[in-house]
C-alpha cells in the first residue's frame, strides 16, 4: 500500500487548515488528504443564510480550490483504522500507510433519531440551518409566516456550534418584529438542555431578547418525531410525551461520533471521538496520531473557532512527533459562538475549558457578554475573508501557537 509522511482524514475546515498550517512549516512535506466531498463549506455562514443576510452560494467552493497545492488529494471515504499498522482502509478497499495520522473527519447529524424529520425536511414548514439546501428554506419560511406557531428545537450536547438552534430563532423573530408580525406568532425554544447556553455570563444578555420577543423558553425537551403533513411534533418531557402542532419547526438532529470513528481502536470508550489528550491533541493511545475539529473527544465548544486555534497546535505537534521529539503546544479549549441576538448585533461569547472567558478583544473594544454592533461586522464581513485567505491558507494571525517552555 501507498505510503505518506502525513495522511489527514476529512479535508473540512479542521483538516485543511492543518494541512496548510504543517506545509508552511514544511513545504517539502508528503501530505495526503482522504476527502470524499466536491464540495467544501463554510458552515457557519448557514445561520447568516437562514436569516437572510447571506446568499447560500457565497458559503461553498469546491475542495478542488482549497486544497494545498502541495498535497494529494485522495477522493474517497476513509472507512477503517488499524493503527497498530499505521494504516487506514479506503472506502473502496484499498489501504495507505502514514508516519503521522491526523483525524478529521467532523461530527455526524444523526437525523434518523428523530422518526419522521428525515421525509419532512425541506416541507411542511420543517427546515433546518444544519444543511447546506435547508438553509434557504429557512429564510423563506420567515419570510412567509404570518401567524400561528413556531417552534425552534436543541438536542442533547454534544452538537457543533450549540448557540446555533438560538442564532436561528432570534433572526426569525427579528424578522418577524419588523415586519410588524410577531405578536400575532408564537414562538417556542423548547432545549433538550437544562439552560439557556452552558457559560453563565452570556446568559443575561440572551435572555433580555428572549424578553424582548416573547419567546417561550422550554427546557428539558427532546424532539423525538415529527408528523410533516399533520405538521406535528412530539416532544419527551419529564412528564411523558406532548404532541404540538406548529407552522414552523427548525428542527436540530442529535449529533454523534462518526460510524467509523466509533467502531475503531482510535475511538474514545464513552464518547466514540478520536480519543485525544485535551491540550496536546495526541491520540491517548498511539502517539503518531492526532484528532481535532468536530472528531475529537476534547471538551471544547464544537465549532470553527475552535479548530482554527488546534490546527497550529496539531501541526507543531505532530511535526514534533516526526522529527521524535516531545509535544510542544499546548491547546487551551478555546472556542467562540457569535450568537446573532439581532440582525445588526451579537453576543460575542469566546470561551475556554471550564467556562473560562476567552476574549479576543479588550473590554472597551468588544464586550461579549453585551449584544454589539462591531461583533455583528466581525461575523458578517470578517470571519468569512479571515476563513477563506487566513485560517485554509495556514496563515495564523489569530491563532499562533504558544509554545511550551523548553524543559
Ligand atoms: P467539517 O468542517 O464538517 O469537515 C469534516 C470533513 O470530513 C467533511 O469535508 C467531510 O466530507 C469529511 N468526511 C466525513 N467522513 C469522512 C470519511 N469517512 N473519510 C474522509 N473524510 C470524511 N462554528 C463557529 O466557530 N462559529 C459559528 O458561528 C458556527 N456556526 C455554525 C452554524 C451551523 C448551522 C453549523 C452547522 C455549524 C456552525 N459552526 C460554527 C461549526 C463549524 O462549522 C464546525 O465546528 C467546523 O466546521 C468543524 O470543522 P471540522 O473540520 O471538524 O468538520
Request: hydrophobic share 40%.
Amino acid at each position: 500500500s501507498l505510503k505518506h509522511e502525513v495522511v489527514i482524514i476529512g479535508g473540512g475546515s479542521a483538516g485543511i487548515a492543518t494541512a496548510s498550517s504543517m506545509l508552511k512549516r514544511r513545504p517539502s512535506l508528503n501530505i495526503a488528504i482522504v476527502e470524499p466531498s466536491e464540495d467544501h463549506y463554510y458552515q457557519p455562514g448557514w445561520t447568516m443564510v437562514g436569516g437572510g443576510v447571506f446568499e447560500a452560494s457565497t458559503t461553498k467552493r469546491t475542495t478542488a480550490s482549497v486544497m494545498p497545492k502541495q498535497a494529494t488529494w485522495l477522493k474517497t471515504a476513509a472507512a477503517s483504522f488499524q493503527p497498530e499498522n499505521n494504516q487506514v482502509t479506503l472506502s473502496d478497499g484499498t489501504t495507505i500507510t502514514y508516519g503521522i495520522l491526523i483525524v478529521a473527519p467532523g461530527i455526524r447529524l444523526a437525523w434518523e433519531k428523530i422518526d419522521g424529520l428525515e421525509e419532512t425536511l425541506g416541507k411542511n414548514g420543517v427546515t433546518s440551518n444544519y444543511r447546506y439546501d435547508l438553509a434557504p428554506y429557512t429564510w423563506e419560511l420567515v419570510r412567509n409566516l404570518k401567524s400561528g406557531r413556531a417552534i425552534f428545537s436543541q438536542p442533547q450536547m454534544p452538537i457543533k456550534c450549540a448557540g446555533a438552534p438560538q442564532k436561528a430563532m432570534y433572526l426569525s423573530c427579528d424578522a418577524w418584529m419588523e415586519r410588524g408580525v410577531l405578536g400575532n406568532i408564537d414562538v417556542e425554544f423548547r432545549n433538550a438542555g437544562g439552560v439557556l447556553f452552558g457559560v453563565k455570563e452570556y446568559v443575561p444578555a440572551l435572555m433580555e431578547y428572549v424578553e424582548k420577543y416573547g419567546i417561550d423558553l422550554q427546557l428539558n425537551q427532546t424532539l423525538v418525531a415529527v408528523e410533516g403533513s399533520g405538521k406535528q411534533a412530539v416532544f419527551k418531557t419529564e412528564a411523558g410525551e406532548e404532541t404540538v402542532e406548529f407552522d414552523m419547526l427548525h428542527a436540530v438532529p442529535p449529533q454523534v461520533a462518526p460510524q467509523f470513528v466509533a467502531d475503531s481502536p482510535l475511538a474514545n470508550a464513552e464518547s466514540g471521538f478520536v480519543d485525544v489528550d485535551k491540550f496536546t491533541l495526541q491520540h491517548v493511545r498511539y502517539p503518531n496520531v492526532f484528532g481535532l475539529g468536530d472528531a475529537g473527544s476534547t471538551p471544547n465548544a464544537k465549532t470553527m473557532a475552535a479548530a482554527r486555534k488546534q490546527a497550529p497546535i496539531v501541526a507543531v505537534n505532530a511535526l514534533a512527533q516526526l522529527d521524535a521529539k516531545q509535544a510542544v503546544a499546548d491547546y487551551d479549549g478555546y472556542g467562540s459562538c457569535p450568537l446573532t441576538v439581532e440582525r445588526g448585533k451579537i453576543v460575542l461569547a469566546e470561551f475556554g475549558y471550564d467556562g473560562k472567558l476567552l476574549p479576543s478583544f479588550p473590554k472597551w473594544v468588544i464586550d461579549g457578554t453585551k449584544p454589539r454592533k462591531l461583533s455583528w461586522l466581525l461575523k458578517s464581513e470578517a470571519l468569512p475573508w479571515i476563513y477563506w485567505n487566513g485560517m485554509l491558507k495556514g496563515h495564523e494571525w489569530m491563532a499562533k501557537p504558544h509554545l511550551k517552555k523548553a524543559a
